[in-house]
Each structure stands twice: as structure tokens, then as C-alpha cells.
């Protein structure tokens, strides 16, 4: 057999009872989550921000950029509700390079699941109970969504994932917002499919148990852009993408429409400095059609503490090891202009 059985990890319940999060820290989360429900059910006119690195790669600048996000957050709370991107896992198009901190908490050293496992959870327990912000992460392996469940305020569902049936389905179960985002060939029916599908109750395997969910009236839309047959990256920003999926939640009877632009991957071409441009564009769209407005709930931009990205093993202090990000004096200039235009 060609699969080598390393090490035996622990169950959720194992890792959440050694490593346990404190009752204030608990009651940081409620309210972090009753905040985020009202805005994705419209009782609330805030925008959510799902900003961040694209994926984390070692906690001393993480922790500092979330310092610096949490002192952002005071100074803009009656507009914005700021959800950190702390991603701990990585997908790749091929499957070779960094696939996160969960694979390699050391992305110097080779893959150590046990170490990642716990890694990822010291880390986004540090940013809730340290900062008192609310994280968001990516859900690339829905069985281990149970090892970061009482932590999580925000799961995404990315463009490879969101046509899985499992992801879906595990969808239906959570009880926080979920953003579904469209394929890489920007089929808007598969997202929409994967949203009805997280709404709805389910019963089917997940881990070693039979489940039942009641869905997810949160689940929602991502928007990231596409790629064409030629390789092409296009948009789906603009305020005719925004209209045409405004018509597709009518015509689809799902709870809560609300769609969540992502300004960075083939939104921005991966060009991340167009982030401000694109979110301003979504703004001036939400201004001119109160439908539209009603519908965007937020953005997901791609931060950092420096600007671009680097290779493994050049050192510089809060620069990303994936995809490029904006660092962080223009994310913040971001953040307070969004906050002026609202």
C-alpha cells in the first residue's frame, strides 16, 4: 500500500478539552457572532471586512498585524465590523508548494500535522482572547472544522471546494456565516446550488458519526472573479455582475441574500493594489441601486503587514509567502476611507 500511516492525531474533543478557551473568550465569540448575524440577516447597516493574509504563515506577525487590526477596529465600529482572515490552510492548483500553517507551522521544516493542529488553535485562541477580534478561515478539509468550531466567526468555502458535497453539507451544520464562492469558471448556478445546499437540513456521515443539520440560513455569496477557458482572469464585481446575481437570489428563494466581494484573485487579475479600486467601485454601485446595497454585505481583502510577497526562507517580517498582499499603511488607509464613503 502506497499510503504511510504517520501519526495517529487527536480527536477535536481531545485537542478542545487540553487546550480549552476561557468563558470571557466564549462570550467574546457570542457576541461577535450575534453582531455578524444581524448584519447578514440586514438588521444592521455595518459592512463586515474579511481582511487579512492570505494565509498565515508564523504567529509573531500575525499577532502584530492583528494588534494593529483590533486598535483599527475601535476607531471604526459604528461603520465596519472587522472579521480577521486567519487562513490555516492553502490550496493549491497543482497541490505542491506551502499549504499552510496546518501542514507546516515551520514553513522551513518539513509537514508536522500534530504540531499544525495545535498551532492553529493557540493561534486563533490568541487572536480572540489577546485582541478580542473575531477570525475567519478557510474550510479546505470540513473534518477538521471541529478542531477551530468554538473559535470560528466566519468560514469560507473557496472556488475548488465549493461544488463538494461534503463541504456543503458540513455547511448546513454551522452556526456562523458562511460564504460559498463561485468556481474558478465562474459558473454563478454552482454557487448558488452550494448556497440552497447549505440551507437546507441534511443527515450523512461526518467523521465517525451519523449527523443531522437543520441548515444554515446564513450561508451566503462569494463573488471572486474567474478564470476563462484561455487562462484569463475576469471580473464579476461590477455593478452589472452585482445586479444579475441580485436576480438570481429572487428567483431562488434562499434566506438572507448577501454577497461578500472578494477584491483580490481574479477580481483583481492578482494585482492586489487593485483592492482599493475594486471596493470603491462595489461602493459606488451599492449608492446608485438600493438593491444592490441591501445585497453587498462586505469585502474579503488580502492584508498584510507588508505589501507583495516573498519566497520561503527570505525573512521579511510580515510579508506573505503566498499570494501578494496590501500592506499594511494602505490597508489601514482602506479601511478608514470605506468607512468615510459609508
Known amino acids: 500500500m502506497s499510503m504511510n500511516f504517520v501519526h495517529e492525531l487527536p480527536t477535536p474533543e481531545e485537542v478542545k478539552q487540553k487546550y480549552p478557551i476561557s468563558a470571557a473568550a466564549a462570550a467574546t465569540k457570542a457576541a461577535h457572532d450575534a453582531e455578524l448575524a444581524k448584519i447578514f440577516k440586514g438588521e444592521s447597516d455595518k459592512k463586515v471586512l474579511l481582511i487579512g493574509p492570505c494565509s498565515v504563515d508564523s504567529e509573531p506577525p500575525v499577532l502584530e498585524y492583528a494588534a494593529r487590526l483590533a486598535r483599527l477596529q475601535e476607531r471604526v465600529k459604528d461603520k465596519l465590523k472587522l ?5 490555516t490552510n492553502k490550496p493549491r492548483t497543482t497541490g505542491d508548494g506551502y499549504k499552510g500553517m496546518l501542514h507546516q507551522p515551520d514553513p522551513t521544516k518539513k509537514p508536522d500535522l500534530y504540531s499544525g493542529l495545535l498551532a492553529i488553535r493557540e493561534l486563533h485562541t490568541r487572536i480572540l482572547t489577546d485582541m478580542g477580534l473575531c477570525t475567519a478561515d478557510e474550510m479546505l478539509y470540513p473534518t477538521n472544522y471541529q478542531y477551530l468550531s468554538d473559535l470560528l466567526s466566519y468560514v469560507a468555502v473557496g472556488a475548488r471546494s465549493v461544488e463538494n458535497q461534503e463541504h456543503r453539507l458540513v455547511a448546513s451544520g454551522m452556526d456562523v456565516p458562511v460564504g460559498m464562492k463561485n468556481p474558478t469558471g465562474g459558473d454563478l448556478s454552482v454557487m448558488m446550488n452550494s ?12 467523521r465517525n458519526w451519523e449527523v443531522a443539520t437543520e441548515g444554515n440560513p446564513l450561508a451566503h455569496a462569494i463573488l471572486r472573479g474567474y478564470v476563462n477557458r484561455h487562462g484569463q482572469s475576469l471580473p464579476n464585481y461590477h455593478y452589472e455582475d452585482l445586479a444579475h446575481l441580485a436576480a438570481l437570489y429572487e428567483g431562488a428563494g434562499l434566506k438572507n441574500p448577501a454577497v461578500v466581494v472578494d477584491c483580490n484573485h481574479a477580481n483583481s487579475g492578482k494585482k492586489y493594489a487593485e483592492q482599493p479600486r475594486i471596493c470603491k467601485e462595489v461602493l459606488h454601485a451599492c449608492r446608485h441601486n438600493e438593491g444592490i446595497s441591501h445585497l453587498v454585505k462586505g469585502f474579503m481583502i488580502e492584508s498584510y503587514l507588508e505589501d507583495g510577497c516573498q519566497k520561503i526562507g527570505e525573512g521579511v517580517f510580515g510579508k506573505s509567502i503566498t499570494d501578494p498582499c496590501l500592506g499594511w499603511e494602505r490597508s489601514e488607509r482602506l479601511v478608514l476611507e470605506i468607512a468615510e464613503l459609508l
Open 195 to 206: 448556497i440552497t445546499a447549505a440551507q437546507h437540513a441534511h443527515v450523512f456521515q461526518y
Open 83 to 87: 472579521v480577521m482572515r486567519v487562513y
